[in-house]
């Protein structure tokens, strides 16, 4: 199976409205959303939802206040404060370390996994769609990236689909390496802006590492033409095949609105743009 990936080294270029270009585009696919802290793809898709679960990503410390003696070691080995002089655990302050389960001489704390999150799989109108949602606060976003792409794989062994179109989260965080891994090539947006070559450079290093094959997509391109040419002559320096160049026009935001994507309106220039960047990399790539 060849899985496309979808980032952006910030936020707000336009990763996700490419990722919905390249999904009303392909013809047979399932469609991933990766950006489980604010995940948006399912917006141009109308999905409806066939499964869902709970994610339980982490573990915290529970105490049984009727074993519990009070002798007090558990408070003298946590390191996050999260004990109480009445040897209350605070769920908030707990980081699931164990050292209070390890040292408790009674065996009255445990760790129990909590759960963190909720991931679903939909039918939309343009293919199958896995995602998920990480409870506001809560940590292991790559697990849980992990699993989206675990039911994308199911759901593409279910349909016998052979494209995977991922839309991954901005910058180089865990979602993002944990995306990143196992996959055949990613398409980097960018913008052009100072902080958007910066984020660029470093979302390169990130792909680079992993060793996959990386293309550049530079979105309201129109709107700085000086920095547009820095990022592509930055590009070049880098061996990084640009498939193209996407005009700033509103009519993205008004597709977006009622739940399309501009390629889907014969007469947006950014639309037309998607198409030929969904074109140049079916070309050189599928």
């Given at each position: 199976?060849?899985?496309?990936?979808?980032?952006?080294?910030?936020?707000?270029?336009?990763?996700?409205?490419l990722?919905?270009?390249?999904?009303?585009?392909?013809?047979?696919?399932?469609?991933?959303?990766?950006?489980?802290?604010?995940?948006?793809?399912?917006?141009?898709?109308?999905?409806?939802?066939?499964?869902?679960?709970?994610?339980?990503?982490?573990?915290?410390?529970?105490k049984?206040?009727?074993?519990?003696?009070?002798?007090?070691?558990?408070?003298?080995?946590?390191?996050?404060?999260?004990?109480?002089?009445?040897?209350?655990?605070?769920?908030?302050?707990?980081?699931?370390?164990?050292?209070?389960?390890y040292?408790?001489?009674?065996?009255?704390?445990?760790?129990?996994?909590?759960?963190?999150?909720?991931?679903?799989?939909?039918?939309?109108?343009?293919?199958?769609?896995?995602?998920?949602?990480?409870?506001?606060?809560?940590?292991?976003?790559?697990?849980?990236?992990?699993?989206?792409?675990?039911?994308?794989?199911?759901?593409?062994?279910?349909?016998?689909?052979?494209?995977?179109?991922?839309?991954?989260?901005?910058?180089?965080?865990c979602?993002?390496?944990?995306?990143?891994?196992?996959?055949?090539?990613?398409?980097?947006?960018?913008?052009?802006?100072?902080?958007?070559?910066?984020?660029?450079?470093?979302?390169?290093?990130?792909v680079?590492?992993?060793?996959?094959?990386?293309?550049?997509?530079?979105?309201?391109?129109?709107?700085?033409?000086k920095?547009?040419?820095?990022?592509?002559?930055?590009?070049?320096?880098?061996?990084?095949?640009?498939?193209?160049?996407?005009?700033?026009?509103?009519?993205?935001?008004?597709?977006?609105?009622?739940?399309k994507?501009?390629?889907?309106?014969?007469?947006?220039?950014?639309?037309?743009?998607?198409?030929?960047?969904?074109?140049?990399?079916?070309?050189?790539?599928?």
């Amino acid at each position: 199976m060849k899985s496309v990936l979808f980032l952006s080294g910030k936020g707000g270029t336009g990763k996700t409205s490419l990722a919905g270009a390249f999904a009303f585009l392909a013809k047979e696919k399932v469609l991933a959303d990766c950006d489980v802290d604010a995940a948006n793809l399912h917006l141009l898709l109308d999905p409806k939802i066939t499964s869902e679960g709970n994610f339980q990503g982490i573990k915290l410390a529970v105490k049984d206040d009727e074993k519990c003696t009070s002798c007090g070691k558990c408070r003298e080995v946590c390191r996050f404060q999260a004990i109480d002089e009445n040897f209350t655990i605070d769920s908030y302050m707990c980081e699931g370390c164990g050292a209070c389960a390890y040292v408790c001489p009674v065996d009255a704390i445990t760790l129990l996994l909590v759960d963190c999150g909720r991931w679903y799989t939909a039918q939309s109108r343009l293919g199958p769609l896995a995602s998920a949602e990480l409870y506001p606060g809560e940590e292991t976003s790559g697990k849980l990236v992990s699993l989206v792409k675990e039911k994308a794989a199911g759901l593409a062994k279910e349909t016998k689909v052979e494209a995977l179109l991922i839309d991954g989260a901005p910058g180089i965080g865990c979602p993002v390496i944990a995306s990143v891994r196992g996959v055949s090539a990613v398409i980097l947006v960018t913008e052009p802006s100072l902080s958007g070559l910066h984020d660029l450079k470093r979302i390169l290093g990130v792909v680079r590492h992993f060793g996959i094959p990386a293309y550049l997509v530079i979105n309201k391109a129109d709107i700085n033409e000086k920095v547009s040419e820095k990022i592509e002559a930055f590009a070049a320096q880098e061996q990084l095949p640009v498939l193209g160049r996407i005009p700033h026009d509103r009519k993205v935001t008004e597709m977006m609105v009622v739940g399309k994507s501009a390629v889907e309106d014969a007469e947006s220039p950014a639309g037309a743009a998607m198409s030929v960047v969904f074109e140049r990399f079916t070309e050189v790539f599928l």
